[in-house]
């Protein structure tokens, strides 16, 4: 018996199959009336996109309607419905596949997800979900970008909640954020990277403050134009004073032009301008000098201006040179810090011993910190305001030096052996090992003896350069533990064993917390005669704001200058202390 076939040219079988899959696809062959009376179907249909897909209460943003079929027609009767709470301000064809609407969402409008309405000559056609309010948005400015250029944008929000330290922007691929500021709750800034090979059109942009993600959608455009530059040399060593020189293509170099030099998405500090100027829109040229301890690899370039920036990325090298060692400096450590446990007066005791052989930073770097006025001896009391800390720049890690596998501290008392330490982040040779209190000897002068390794420091010994003081001490009165409570009505007395500390070293003490003058940092101190007595009135003590506070003492010894016999550096200096610590409370 011959196989049936399947008849698919005729008219009647075609509309029986259609009839067919019509009552298999029901939502989709509903029959209904258009809005011109004629049959039509209401449908979602997943060829049907609505974007933006969220957008915040009290904000206006064009969206696009895009279908995989042409349902939309130019004779103006196509409509667009987003419930109540979004009005639309306009609704444009653009082609039969593809439309834009202007659309306001009132400040009061409801939250959530809600489904878009069409109104066609194809019929009523719904995109379920396809517009969630949010109660949070922000806007930002600029909105656009060049290639290549670094610029900063401001963000602006609507009831956000953006915190510094835990808000971070999101530009998507080939823009790199450098830095977010955040000013208030509600206003941040960008600093940002748009790299050469980045896509051109619209982006994203998505603000993370940590427990919530807010979107502007096609919020930032990259713009096809490019700004570019290329900077000469290509690299540099260690320690060099270079002249360079920067071309652009687009550029508006003018005289507020400075450079930047960035690794790894870190600005970075051991690069110094000495001369930079601007010979017109396209030129600049000057001097640097690369400090002895750069970090060593390619940086990106930035030439920025008041009004923008170009980048260029891997554009000088930064290479490596040995370590000056006619040029050697010496840090040495040697100290006893305690503490007394507020919540069961337990004492806890740390050694330290450390030695640094290092490189003095050329240029050098950083400001030297404030002086600050303290107590002078002896036995007078006095209320002293801690100075502001100086902000410094970020300066380059010294170079260090190895002096072979192990350092001693020697004396008639005992030797101290300190063993060779790398750290892994920033190449530091230093020298340390795991100390108690066996092992600090008071009332000594130790040698500092080197092992020596090639290429590096040989073997020395430097007598006498490491002190400690003259005798251990305890204290005795009162029991600063338990939230010890002392009233600011009340002189505040205390005693120790006696330092031993006259005449070669000094014995201090104060008890440090907020200044009722100014409300800065600072405290009442003295530097009391070691005979294991001694008292803070309560006039002085009233100086302090009531609340808690922190008491200490310490015994502290300073050395005489040395060096090495090889280095041109001879004032080297080490100290020695004995530090306790404790908490109070003023009241």
């Known amino acids: 018996m011959p196989t049936p076939r399947l008849l698919t040219s005729s008219p009647v079988v075609s509309a029986m199959v259609l009839l067919a899959v019509c009552s298999l696809l029901a939502p989709g062959c509903n029959k209904g009336t258009s809005k011109d009376g004629s049959a039509s179907s209401i449908q979602e249909t997943a060829g049907l996109t609505f974007t933006p897909p969220q957008a915040g209460r009290g904000t206006t943003v064009d969206a696009r309607i895009t279908s995989g079929s042409s349902v939309f027609s130019f004779d103006g009767t196509d409509t667009l419905d987003l419930g109540a709470g979004v009005t639309v301000n306009s609704f444009t064809v653009l082609d039969g596949w593809t439309a834009n609407a202007n659309i306001s969402i009132d400040p ?16 009523s056609l719904v995109i379920g979900g396809a517009l969630t309010i949010t109660d949070d948005s922000f806007t930002l400015t600029p909105g656009r970008g060049l290639i290549g250029e670094s610029l900063s944008v401001e963000m602006f929000g609507t009831n956000t909640k953006w915190t510094g330290g835990s808000t971070w922007a999101w530009f998507g691929d080939g823009i790199e954020v450098t830095n977010v500021t955040v000013l208030s709750k509600t206003d941040a ?7 050469r090979d980045a896509v051109p059109g619209l982006r994203d942009v998505s603000m993370d403050a940590g427990t919530a993600v807010t979107t502007l959608y096609s919020g930032f455009q990259v713009d096809r134009v490019s700004e570019s530059a290329t900077f000469d040399p290509p690299e540099a060593y260690q320690g060099d004073s270079v002249d360079f020189t920067i071309t652009g293509v687009g550029t508006h170099f003018d005289s507020t032009s400075a450079l930047e030099f960035w690794k790894n998405g870190d600005q970075k500090g051991d690069i110094l301008i000495d001369t930079i100027t601007a010979t017109d829109a396209e030129h600049m040229s000057g001097t640097l000098t690369v400090s002895n301890a750069a970090e060593t690899g390619l940086r990106d370039v930035h030439a920025n201006t008041s009004s923008e920036g170009v980048v260029m990325q891997d554009a000088l090298d930064i290479l ?50 404030p002086p600050s006025s303290g107590p002078m001896p002896y036995d007078q009391n006095g209320t002293f305001e801690f100075p502001d800390p100086v902000t410094q720049p970020d300066c380059p890690s010294n170079q260090t030096v190895g002096a072979g596998e192990h350092v001693w501290f020697e004396s008639p008392c005992n030797v101290v052996t300190l063993d060779r330490q790398v750290d892994a982040s920033s190449g530091t040779i230093y020298y340390t090992a795991a100390l108690t209190m066996a092992d600090y000897c008071p009332n000594q002068n130790y040698d500092l003896h080197t092992e020596g390794e090639e290429g590096g420091i040989g073997e020395y010994i430097l007598p006498g350069v490491q002190p400690t003081v003259p005798a251990d001490y305890t204290m005795l009165t009162p029991a600063l533990w338990g939230n010890y409570t002392q009233s600011e009505a009340s002189d505040f007395e205390y005693t ?28 009442v101190a003295a530097l009391p ?30 050395g005489t200058y040395f060096g090495f016999p090889f280095s041109t550096i001879q004032t080297n200096i080490s100290n020695s202390y004995i530090y306790l610590g404790a908490s109070m409370v003023l009241q």
């Not at 959530?112 to 194809?122: E, I, N, P, Q, V």
């Not at 002085?540 to 310490?554: A, K």
């Open 108 to 123: 009061a409008a409801d939250l959530g997800a809600r489904d878009a309405t069409l109104g066609t000559s194809k019929g």
């Open 189 to 195: 800034i960008a600093d940002i990277t748009i790299d």
């Open 320 to 369: 490596a040179t040995p370590p000056d060692l006619s040029n050697v400096g010496i840090s040495l450590a040697f100290n006893v810090v305690r503490g007394i446990d507020n919540a069961t007066g337990a004492i806890s005791e740390q050694v330290t011993g450390e030695a640094i052989f290092y490189i003095p930073l050329s240029p050098p770097c950083g400001a030297s910190p």
């Open 496 to 523: 120790w064993t006696p330092a031993q500390t006259y005449p070669n070293a000094i014995f201090a003490t104060g008890i440090v917390g907020t200044l009722v003058s100014d409300g800065k940092s600072g405290q």
């Open 529 to 558: 005669w070691d005979d294991g007595d001694h008292t803070y009135l309560a006039s002085e003590l009233s100086t302090l704001q009531p609340g808690n506070v922190s008491f200490y003492m310490e015994s502290y010894i300073k």
